[in-house]
């Protein structure tokens, strides 16, 4: 089946720096958004994707559709505490209604203060 | 601003009871989904509901699992005879949909607890 592979499971920075994430695919997906989880929450919707290329920001955070639509990165500038939390790439193959999610298994951020 | 919400946010239940978890979309949303997630794991997609009936499910949603929606604003999630694997977050998102926008908005989830 489709499956989004994010790495490295978790990650450490210090208040301040910018982080990249990354998300791959072996196959193709027409839409991505990128969730913020945070313990014990349901996943918060940042950003989505719709074009193959497209460059969208949201304040701090600016997300990119890859070329081949195999992948995805979310990247944070200027990190604050609040930043700290789980970041699920997620996909959609079937552009029509209805149509289902496929997460990857997230990064974990950590920010130092 | 309109948000997804769930009750109860954790249910603790018998190895092979009923449970009902419930679900209230956002208002004009018209395309409804559950999902789980096993502590620590990934999000997974369960079941997508619309028009009163079920566009598509995935291996885990076997004949145990059911969904309804009992009125124009409830969505539920029926596990007829809980299992021990079947302690899980379970979050519902609702979408708007139109050709521009996928967007699926979830809710705070339900902690189920199967003993």
């Known amino acids: 089946g489709q499956q989004l592979n994010q790495s490295p499971q978790s990650m450490f920075i210090q208040e301040g720096e910018d982080v990249s994430m990354n998300c791959t695919s072996s196959?193709?997906?027409?839409?991505w958004l990128w969730y913020k989880q945070d313990p014990g929450e349901g996943p918060v919707l940042l950003i989505a994707?719709?074009?193959?290329?497209e460059l969208t920001s949201n304040g701090r955070l600016t997300a990119q559709f890859g070329i081949t639509r195999k992948d995805s990165f979310l990247n944070i500038s200027a990190s604050i505490p609040s930043d700290v939390g789980i970041y699920f790439c997620?996909?959609?193959?079937?552009?029509?209604?209805?149509?289902?999610?496929?997460f990857g298994k997230g990064i974990t951020l950590s920010v130092r203060p | 601003e309109p948000e997804v919400t769930q009750t109860p946010s954790h249910q603790v239940t018998q190895m092979g009871q009923e449970v009902i978890l419930r679900c209230v979309p956002i208002?004009?949303?018209?395309?409804f989904y559950w999902y789980r997630q096993i502590l620590g794991q990934k999000v997974e997609f369960l079941v997508s509901?619309?028009?009163?009936?079920?566009?598509?499910k995935s291996e885990i949603f076997d004949d145990q699992f059911s969904v309804e929606r009992p009125d124009g604003s409830n969505f539920t999630l029926k596990i007829r005879s809980t299992k021990l694997e079947d302690s899980a977050m379970y979050f519902c998102?609702?979408?708007?949909?139109?050709?521009?926008?996928?967007?699926?908005?979830f809710g705070p989830g339900t902690r189920l607890t199967v003993l």
């Open positions: 998102a609702s979408s708007e949909w139109s050709p521009l926008s996928h967007e699926q908005f």
């Open positions: 196959s193709i997906f027409n839409t």
């Open positions: 994707l719709y074009k193959a290329g």
């Open positions: 997620a996909g959609i193959l079937d552009t029509g209604a209805n149509s289902k999610l496929t």
């Open positions: 208002s004009n949303h018209l395309y």
């Open positions: 509901f619309y028009n009163n009936e079920i566009s598509e």
